[in-house]
């Protein structure tokens, strides 16, 4: 899924997010390109090094066969080796160039030449018969020279390096021989061969049956909320509901009875809402995304019912051009119309009849970020629009949008019109970022610079200084006094009708700036801020969070062994503490530098977070102190690991080694026990075996090594042995248990992360697509089915199973949001009971391997 563009400045939306995410397509593309050339071009190179091997060896054998008889037979050159039987008579065509064949070898094939020749190791004797493209995987990583792992060609014809052809009944010969007589399925990704070894207790893998399980997941809680980028998103309903979005869910969060509700119709990100006049309808909009192919999707508005969430109307579906970032209902008329401004270049205004559907007007507005749109309360004829270095007055007559800009004359133009909101008064009063509330009054008509069918227009009539920094969020109170909200100074401030200042606060530095405001009645007030967070409050008690989130990509997640709390890291440095039961931030604490991974202690009592720079602490979670603190390389971490006793520690990192601790005062001393060395690219994920000997782990090149931990770090060769070990927890996202996890048009980088539950039934999987997918475990058949579930708005980095499997955590990455999900249902039987009652005994003969084709890279099994 592609990244989501989000501000990096506090005074402005993103300009350009459609430049970003061309250029962000452009590099992969550009990225890929020079994967499968470097991956050709050391094909090429390892098959003119087979080449010459096999002459040399093809040299010797003759030479042998020619000295040990004397009965010399020539064999024409144009006479297939492997098929000629007949010798030719003494004499004949003597005089010309021929190679010399015993009898004996006049069969030789190229089998038989690499069993004799010694000076050619099995691996390459393995290469020999692949697919054009496919490397064979090494035993000895070490070995591995790095192709292979760029885009694979389509053609399926087996063939050797050599110009002879081998047919494939040979060749799957020698791939039964060499996979311990089918004992293991071959899975290729990218190039590379990933062996994955039959447990011993399924007795006929090709009569596996796939089912999706019997559990599934049903949303939850939604941690966060959108505040950092967000305008005008924080509404306040007569049920005692604050609505407001993060990611693909709009939240309905009763503030007293603390209960969420859900709307969950997007698809993609929500960018905008408003809440009808009757304060029971909602408008929402979103990013418009794109498909796997990367080819946009289409999008709506919705108007929903925010007591039932029942979907009422779909307006404009595929009208609107990349996402919709503003939309307003009329007042005057009692919303019978709607507004929306698309995120095209031109920004588009259209005008919508919201009981029919039906488009009404439409305009260009301006190429400049538009921020906000709103009717005039009192004319519905009259629509604003505000954003950099602008603001316009539209005036609809005959079904025909006219406009008028806004000057600032000797006023100073600010860069961004932030926000604006109409005074009981009919005036105008606009947020810039200078700091100043402008108020803009109705004048007399002039010809000379008016639209046609404007009668008169808004000048500025008065400037007011606010704040220091811009002017995020203005709100009108019934009384009419108004509320404004400052960025740099987070101040919120009461003004009367005439604009004079009558109280203000300030909101604590560690929640942000203010950027919107929502008043709950003309004391209590709901203030969303730019580090996503919500508060409730008043000027004379201050203001709380009910709400709080990260504020940057998240990567590290863990739950507690024991406890229904888990732990959350990410780029923002911020390391938080959630009550999955409570539905609450406990502590949060703010590092040198960002987590990107963390684990539980065994005993409950610390936690150990890996950092960005290859540093790792371990906190204690009552005191949040840090118990413990060390250093391995000089690349983020990117897995940490306890055994299931408490007593190892292993560390992953981008160094390409797993570093392993002993641990010793209940996790408050460590001590470096060894170094795992044998992967040739960066740790991903790894799992303790459940006697704690033992470690898997798999690396950015598609690797799965298996490491003796009790015999000092030592990598295991021989993979056979591992296939019945039992592990205590699987987050391995490639081995023979899992391999049904893997979507058509993945191309082996699509699954961030992965998850098996306590009791062994069920593997949770976060994808690059949104997506988080819950399947049966195990799964080791391609195409497995599962269940697919959708909220997150940009890539999912991880997912975790609570200690009784009860609810699942998943989180994302630029939506900075967590979703708690609840498992519900669920069958009998553990998953070794599953498995092998699943593998048929039947003698019939197996069905053909098949090939699942992902784009240009592939996965396939060679059985």
């Not at 592609?2 to 400045?9: A, F, G, K, L, W």
Request: aromatic share 8%.
């Amino acid at each position: 899924c592609p990244e989501r563009v989000y501000d990096v400045s506090a005074d402005s939306s993103a300009e350009f997010p459609d430049r970003a995410s061309m250029m962000e397509v452009r590099l992969q593309a550009q990225e890929d390109e020079i994967t499968l050339l470097k991956s050709s071009l050391a094909d090429a190179l390892r098959r003119l090094r087979i080449h010459d091997q096999v002459l040399q060896l093809l040299k010797q054998q003759v030479i042998a066969g020619s000295s040990a008889s004397t009965d010399i037979q020539t064999v024409p050159a144009t006479v297939d080796k492997s098929t000629q039987t007949e010798s030719t008579p003494s004499g004949q065509d003597s005089a010309q160039d021929r190679v010399p064949l015993h009898g004996r070898v006049q069969s030789l094939q190229l089998e038989d030449a690499l069993v004799e020749g010694p000076s050619v190791s099995e691996g390459n004797r393995a290469k020999l018969h692949r697919v054009p493209g496919m490397e064979e995987e090494d035993e000895e990583p070490e070995e591995d020279e790095g192709g292979g792992r760029g885009e694979q060609e389509k053609d399926l014809t087996w063939a050797s390096s050599v110009e002879e052809p081998i047919q494939p009944t040979t060749i799957r010969g020698l791939q039964r021989e060499d996979l311990l007589d089918g004992q293991s399925i071959k899975m290729f990704i990218r190039g590379r061969p990933i062996t994955m070894y039959i447990p011993s207790n399924i007795q006929n893998y090709d009569e596996l049956k796939m089912e999706p399980p019997s559990e599934r997941l049903e949303l939850d809680w939604v941690y966060g909320y959108r505040g950092r980028d967000g305008r005008a998103n924080l509404y306040f309903l007569p049920t005692g509901e604050a609505v407001y979005f993060i990611a693909c869910v709009i939240v309905l969060y009763h503030i007293n009875n603390r209960t969420q509700r859900h709307y969950r119709k997007h698809t993609d990100c929500v960018r905008c809402l408003t809440l009808h006049p009757d304060k029971v309808r909602v408008a929402s909009g979103q990013t418009a995304g794109v498909d796997k192919d990367g080819k946009p999707l289409q999008l709506c508005v919705y108007i929903w019912d925010s007591t039932t969430l029942v979907t009422l109307q779909q307006i404009g579906p595929g009208t609107f051009q990349r996402g919709v970032g503003s939309v307003a209902f009329s007042f005057a008329d009692a919303g019978s119309f709607l507004c929306v401004i698309d995120d095209s270049n031109d920004h588009m205004l259209s005008l919508w009849d919201c009981t029919k559907g039906t488009k009404h007007a439409e305009i260009k507005t301006t190429n400049e970020a538009v921020f906000a749109v709103e009717f005039n309360p009192r004319d519905s004829t009259n629509i604003i629009t505000c954003g950099k270095s602008h603001v316009y007055f539209w005036t609809l007559s005959g079904g025909q949008l006219t406009k008028k800009q806004g000057i600032f004359g000797k006023y100073k133009k600010p860069k961004f019109i932030q926000c604006f909101v109409f005074s009981l008064t009919g005036d105008v009063l606009t947020g810039d970022s200078e700091g100043n509330i402008m108020t803009w009054g109705k004048s007399a008509a002039d010809i000379k610079t008016l639209g046609k069918g404007a009668k008169e227009t808004y000048q500025i009539m008065r400037q007011t200084k606010a704040h220091e920094g811009s002017v995020f969020t203005l709100c009108t109170l019934q009384g009419g006094g108004l509320l404004s909200g400052g960025g740099k100074d987070r101040k919120i401030i009461r003004w009367s009708a005439d604009l004079a200042p009558e109280r203000e606060c300030e909101i604590p530095e560690k929640f942000g700036a203010v950027r919107t405001i929502a008043a709950m009645d003309e004391e209590e007030l709901l203030v969303g801020t730019t580090r996503n967070a919500i508060l409730r409050g008043t000027f004379s008690d201050g203001f709380v969070a009910i709400v709080q989130g990260h504020v940057d990509e998240m990567w590290g997640l863990a739950t507690h062994p024991s406890q229904n709390i888990f732990l959350t890291c990410g780029h923002d440095r911020q390391v938080c503490l959630w009550n999955t039961e409570e539905h609450k931030l406990d502590w949060c604490i703010t590092l040198e530098e960002y987590g990107l991974c963390a684990g539980f202690c065994p005993n409950g009592s610390v936690v150990s977070v890996g950092l960005s720079t290859g540093r790792w602490m371990v906190l204690d979670l009552l005191t949040r102190e840090v118990v413990s603190e060390s250093t391995d390389g000089n690349e983020q971490l990117s897995v940490m690991r306890y055994s299931p006793d408490g007593s190892f520690l292993a560390v992953g990192s981008h160094d390409n080694f797993i570093y392993i601790y002993s641990v010793t005062e209940s996790g408050r001393r460590y001590t470096r026990f060894g170094k795992c060395n044998g992967h040739s690219s960066f740790i991903t994920h790894l799992d303790w075996s459940k006697d704690g000997k033992y470690i898997m782990s798999n690396s950015g090149d598609y690797e799965i090594l298996y490491w003796d931990i009790a015999a000092g770090c030592k990598l295991l060769r021989n993979r056979f042995e591992s296939k019945d070990r039992e592990w205590a927890s699987y987050t391995c996202v490639l081995g023979f248990h899992v391999m049904g996890v893997w979507l058509e048009g993945s191309d082996g980088t699509d699954i961030n992360a992965l998850c098996r539950s306590h009791n062994e039934k069920m593997v949770a999987v976060a994808d690059d697509f949104c997506k988080v997918h819950l399947f049966q475990y195990p799964c080791p058949k391609l195409k497995a089915p599962s269940h697919k579930y959708e909220g997150h708005g940009s890539h999912v980095t991880n997912v975790c199973f609570t200690h009784s499997d009860s609810h699942l955590l998943s989180i994302g990455g630029k939506d900075t949001c967590i979703l708690q999900w609840k498992v519900i249902g669920g069958g009998v039987g553990n998953s070794r009971e599953r498995l092998a009652s699943a593998s048929s005994t039947s003698t019939s003969s197996p069905e053909p391997a098949t090939s699942t084709w992902f784009k240009v890279e592939n996965i396939k099994l060679i059985e």
